[in-house]
């Protein structure tokens, strides 16, 4: 008997985003977050200066890290990232619906875990029987493919003739 999040994850096993483009989209994800810990201690230098004690320094991570809870967090309740919707994955439940502050939260805690420990959260995808990452699976959420079109190309009927004029015929 699997618990009802492995049902719920095995049931829809056809949205699951494949493993590969999670991982492109970690690597673009990273380039994002080191520019928003750039921020952060410019930010940091600006208003308190340079860190000079142990308490400062440790002031500074804390702010580094609420700087990266508040890039993902608002992200992750609207179920995307930028480099999620450039590769049009999507962030839910494991039941399919839209994250609430208190489990992105989660997922951001655990993800934080997860960096912690060398990245072996991102490695247990490897081995969890949804290749989820650690962070989903604790947090009970999933990423699958996302069904929104670009709005850059929107799409028509196959049987529709191309148009190339707004003009009415004569």
């Known amino acids: 008997h699997l618990p009802q999040d492995s049902q719920d994850l ?74 999620m919707k450039t590769w049009r994955l999507r962030l839910e439940t494991v039941s399919g619906h839209p994250l609430d502050w208190r489990r992105a939260l989660s997922r951001y805690v655990f993800a934080c875990l997860s960096c912690i420990f060398v990245g072996l959260g991102f490695i247990w995808a490897f081995f969890d029987p949804d290749r989820q990452f650690f962070h989903d699976r604790m947090a009970g959420t999933r990423i699958v493919w996302s069904k929104t079109q670009s709005k850059a190309q929107p799409q028509r009927p196959s049987d529709a003739p191309p148009t190339t004029s707004s003009a009415p015929p004569p």
Not at 44 to 70: I, M, Q, Y
């Open 10 to 83: 095995r049931r829809d096993a056809s949205r699951r985003a494949g493993i590969g483009r999670r991982y492109i989209s970690l690597i673009y994800e990273a380039l994002l977050v080191i520019a928003v810990v750039m921020v952060a201690v410019a930010v940091s230098k600006v208003l308190f200066g340079d860190p000079h004690s142990t308490w400062a320094v440790n002031g500074l991570r804390a702010f580094e890290l609420c700087a990266v809870g508040l890039y993902f967090v608002p992200q992750w309740i609207k179920g995307q990232t930028l480099p």
